[in-house]
């Protein structure tokens, strides 16, 4: 903390580290805390700027106040009627904080795993409340006393010394008698809030690219061939995937019984694995990087391969068959323990997935092992130039310093999936970006293909894309698993996501650099406009678009499932269709959108630009030759598409990363793109690239010019209502500037098209469809109450007569069509 700032007395300590962030202690032995946590790294979180503050008595009450807050303190030990902190802008009973006081509009955190989850489970607290303020009380984190390991890669700043593991493992617990507590005033001031908890706790790592594609995981008992003629398949099938998972069966599972269980191991099964590095080898030649999954919980035994070498390390008789002890607190212990790692490493393994469920105690008060495996793992992975990466579950606020997120092992039903969309947004209000899910759902459950498809959707569209599930041999998420039109519609998603690279990297840098989520709840954004609270399920997917997974079954009597969307203030586009859609200036729009089997709602905003890269049907992820940039039209847009050289740079030092950034611009006045050249580290990116760009919502064109040449190569796609514009492989050192002379109209809303669509798929009375066109036809949007009493009556074999009326499902789908724009 910076002194300037700090008022303190003989057992309390105030620090204003920001104008809306305050630190607080009380101490009962006079002494304070400066050391790191387990939650916060850096304390100077204004790194040197000024804070305008003022600080004075008032009614023999210390009062400090800043801009955004009005603290006031009795100067004892903390009480709610001697400490309270009111939030400037903020209802001044509910945004003012009392100490003790519970809060009832925190907008909520995440947890620690959705293990057996079946549906909704309870969440933490985030830093985000309606109220506009939030407290984390760090009173029972353990301390960091080493100075390296405060540091987030494990590399002390001043002396460029990587200590050991067993060096780090300097954690000590509280005294007690000690309050420590981070209070959050940033009224609803929600991103900011994050961005300042992340330079208080230290900020999100830049992820490996691979990571961004897809996962392919299942516990099952793979031998090496079996696995390898599955990577086989995907590939024959056009089927990208980045990152292999491999379970627990790696390793020995059927153990002598004196060994008690086999769930923790370390040495390949032989008779599914005989040659490892082959078998690792190969998956690597396929573009795949590869993590094993360990159960540390039961130590290392006297069967497995690295026992002798790690017996001698530890002083124990590696002939008397003597248990060596998990115990992370034991520097020893983890010296010898990551050894091992490091001999698996050599073989290939590239990062570890880290599945600890056996609880949060360790021989160290307070101190979790989940948390020590995730901090020990990831500091260790960074070690020699390595690109840190690790794969556990969340062990608390700050947890996003160790990504990936394993949510656990979830049930398969529609609850689960409901539930998951809403849990991975909340998950940003605590700073935790990059959540894996089970896609498809775990183990249990009731096979519903239906279900799945729309799993792979979410999964598409979320930080982390994941396939995953039990050994039940009827639980394979293989898309031929499933019949059609649900195997086309999981292709579909799965080749969309290798496709999203170039965008879902540029979003992984702004989340490192700039301390912006991939996934942001619409509230953050529209924090006073009460729709943007109404929609829990729908997100911000990186700033260019918004996702709102379909998590209901299709309605049969149209033929398609729903999710309630809120659209902004403003012109947005379906992101594969075209569609417009027109939000209110005030109100933005809020409706039911209808989607089959083979699509979900993803918008873009008029003016958003979105990278892809052409081929999605292998395993590359590396800079691309070729790109797909998605324009949509009817305003200005920008956006820089950052690339690099995929080598990470000491420290995670993003300063020092070699990188590229290449600018494409929408200028809507006149009808031009420009693509910049490429900036940054010569050599980045290809010298030449083939682009297409792809006007989505677009009317048909007549004349285009290419750097102010004639251009003939233009098509047209009516299905997308796009306008396509391949161009040939150009330098990406010079600027390409296309435009449209005659002006890009935006495309004629094909209403009478979808209507026909809707009354079509509709499993109802013909006659009854018929009057439903024809009224919608002639009277469009107005036919919509009508709709509602339209009714069609018939006679049974009985000669008993009945009356069918559409079904509000239909009229649902329909309205949708009518009031887009």
């Not at 599914?272 to 159960?295: I, R, S, W, Y």
């Not at 083979?598 to 691309?624: R, T, W, Y």
Request: charged fraction near 25%; charge should be negative.
């Amino acid at each position: 903390m910076d002194d300037a700032y700090v008022i303190a007395g003989n057992h309390w300590r105030i620090g204003v580290l920001t104008e809306s962030l305050v630190r607080l202690e009380w101490s009962e032995d006079g002494a304070f805390e400066d050391h790191c946590s387990q939650t916060v790294i850096n304390r100077d979180v204004m790194a040197g700027k000024s804070i305008d503050m003022h600080v004075y008595e008032q009614d023999d009450l210390l009062v400090i106040e800043t801009p955004a807050l009005h603290l006031s303190y009795d100067r004892r030990p903390f009480s709610k009627e001697g400490l309270q902190i009111r939030v400037k802008g903020m209802d001044g009973y509910s945004g003012t904080w009392h100490y003790g006081f519970d809060q009832h509009a925190n907008l909520k955190g995440t947890a620690r795993t959705l293990d057996g989850a079946d549906g909704a489970i309870e969440l933490g607290e985030g830093l985000i409340s309606r109220d506009g303020w939030s407290v984390i009380d760090d009173s029972k984190t353990n301390i960091l006393t080493a100075e390296a390991s405060c540091v987030q890669d494990g590399i002390d700043g001043n002396t460029g010394h990587a200590p050991s593991m067993g060096e780090i493992v300097r954690i000590m617990p509280r005294p007690e008698g000690r309050s420590d507590l981070y209070f959050f005033g940033y009224g609803h001031r929600f991103s900011q809030a994050i961005k300042d908890f992340y330079k208080l706790t230290g900020p999100t790592p830049l992820l490996p690219r691979f990571a961004l594609g897809n996962w392919w995981s299942r516990y099952y008992r793979y031998s090496a061939d079996e696995y390898l003629g599955l990577m086989d398949r995907f590939e024959k099938e056009g089927l990208p995937f980045t990152t292999s998972v491999i379970d627990m069966d790696w390793h020995l599972t059927d153990i002598p019984e004196e060994y008690g269980s086999g769930w923790t191991g370390y040495t390949w099964d032989p008779e599914l694995f005989p040659d490892p590095q082959g078998f690792l080898a190969k998956l690597h030649e396929k573009g795949m990087h590869v993590t094993l999954n360990v159960h540390p919980r039961d130590g290392v035994r006297a069967f497995e391969r690295a026992y002798r070498k790690m017996a001698l390390s530890m002083g124990v008789d590696p002939d008397g068959g003597e248990a060596i002890e998990f115990d992370l607190t034991n520097p020893k212990f983890v010296d010898a323990y990551f050894d091992m790692h490091h001999d698996l490493e050599e073989e290939g393994v590239d990062f570890w997935w880290i599945d600890w469920q056996q609880g949060g105690l360790t021989k160290q008060v307070g101190l979790d092992p989940l948390w020590m495996l995730n901090h020990l793992h990831y500091l260790d992975s960074a070690r020699d130039g390595r690109w840190p990466l690790t794969f556990s579950r969340y062990a608390g606020p700050g947890s996003h310093r160790y990504p990936v997120g394993f949510s656990g092992d979830t049930v398969v039903s529609w609850r689960s999936l409901r539930f998951q969309p809403y849990f991975t947004a909340t998950a940003s209000n605590i700073g935790y970006g990059w959540w894996s899910h089970d896609i498809g759902g775990h183990m249990e459950g009731v096979r519903d293909e239906e279900l799945e498809a729309r799993w792979y959707q979410l999964g598409t569209f979320s930080p982390i894309n994941r396939l995953h599930s039990s050994a039940s041999p009827f639980n394979g998420k293989e898309p031929w698993n499933f019949h059609e039109p649900v195997r086309s519609a999981m292709v579909k998603m799965l080749r969309t996501r290798q496709t999203l690279l170039p965008y879902l990297y540029t979003m992984n840098w702004r989340n490192a650099a700039e301390g912006e989520e991939l996934i942001e709840p619409m509230y953050w954004q529209y924090p006073e406009q009460g729709e943007a609270y109404a929609v829990p399920n729908e997100y911000f997917f990186g700033s260019e678009l918004i996702a709102a997974p379909i998590t209901e079954a299709v309605s049969r009597d149209v033929m398609r499932a729903k999710a309630k969307v809120w659209l902004p203030q403003g012109q947005w586009f379906d992101f594969f269709t075209g569609r417009r859609y027109d939000a209110d200036a005030e109100s933005g729009l809020s409706l039911y959108v209808w989607r089959g089997i083979d699509s979900m709602p993803v918008f873009a905003k008029a003016g958003g630009i979105v990278p892809l890269q052409s081929d999605a049907g292998d395993n590359e992820v590396g800079n691309p030759e070729a790109l797909d940039v998605l324009v949509f039209p009817g305003a200005d847009g920008s956006f820089t598409m950052r690339e690099d050289d995929g080598i990470y740079a000491p420290g995670g030092d993003l300063d020092a990363m070699h990188a590229a950034d290449t600018t494409i611009r929408f200028d809507v006045a006149s009808s031009t793109l420009t693509i910049g050249k490429a900036t940054g580290v010569r050599g980045i990116v290809p010298e030449q690239r083939h682009w297409t760009l792809v006007f989505r919502g677009a009317a048909p064109v007549t004349k285009v010019l290419v750097n102010g040449a004639p251009y003939e190569g233009v098509t047209y796609d009516d299905e997308t209502l796009s306008v396509r514009v391949p161009l040939d492989s150009l330098p990406t050192g010079q600027e390409i500037e296309v435009a449209f002379p005659d002006g890009l109209a935006l495309a004629n809303d094909p209403v009478e098209q979808d209507i026909f669509s809707i009354c079509m798929d509709a499993q109802i009375a013909y006659p009854l469809k018929e009057r439903a066109h024809d009224a919608l036809r002639r009277n469009g949007v107005r036919a919509l109450p009508g709709l509602r009493t339209m009714t069609y009556r018939s006679r049974d074999e009985q000669g008993l007569i009945h009356e069918e009326r559409l079904e509000e499902s239909v009229i649902s789908a329909l309205e949708e069509v009518l009031v887009r724009n």
